[in-house]
């Protein structure tokens, strides 16, 4: 399974860095990419070596990560951005998005009828069921609440794309079990 992550300056760190090195240690392929090949998150941690998002083929992917904080505001502003999220959603691929990036599938329709969570403070009427709960699967959308639930967040998003066993495996490692 490979898995693109879209970030830009502003990005909560918590939110993409826990959930990419869970998914790697998962053995899930991972490309992180953005307009640069450097990006600066919200609390001013740099992140380099990052695929430029222009030269992806978002196509070849099978899920979508978003994580939050204030870039998401740029993301949603981002013509290029939304492209690679409608066609996630309209393909029915799997999404995750995290705090302030669900609601920026709220905006654009595709919370309608599905079960959701965001960050708290950021919850508007988007035509689905907001649940107060750290994560929350509906079908191929997993969302969570705030940077608080990034363990977790990942935990899901391990545990859809490459199965149960191999979130068991994970845990067993980095607990280190035996």
Same mark, same amino acid.
């Given at each position: 399974m490979r898995a693109l992550a879209i970030i830009f300056d502003g990005f909560e760190e918590v939110e993409g860095i826990a959930p990419f090195a869970l998914l790697r240690r998962a053995g899930i392929e991972l490309t992180i990419a953005s307009k640069? *090949? +450097?990006v600066i998150g919200a609390h001013s941690i740099h992140?380099?070596?990052i695929s430029y998002l222009a030269e992806i083929n978002y196509k070849d992917y099978d899920a979508l990560l978003l994580p939050g904080g204030p870039h998401y505001q740029f993301m949603e502003s981002y013509d290029f951005a939304i492209e690679i999220i *409608?066609?996630?959603?309209?393909?029915d691929?799997?999404?995750c998005a995290i705090c302030a990036a669900p609601t920026i599938l709220g905006r654009l329709g595709y919370l309608k009828d599905k079960s959701y969570t965001c960050f708290t403070c950021m919850n508007e009427d988007f035509g689905g069921i907001y649940l107060d709960q750290p994560v929350v699967t509906d079908g191929n959308l997993i969302t969570a609440r705030s940077a608080a639930a990034s363990i977790e967040f990942a935990y899901e998003i391990i545990k859809k794309l490459a199965g +149960?066993?191999?979130l068991l495996s994970l845990k067993e490692r980095i607990y280190d079990a035996k």
């Open positions: 640069r *090949n +450097e992140l380099t070596d *409608n066609y996630f959603m309209q393909k691929k799997i999404v +149960e066993e191999a």
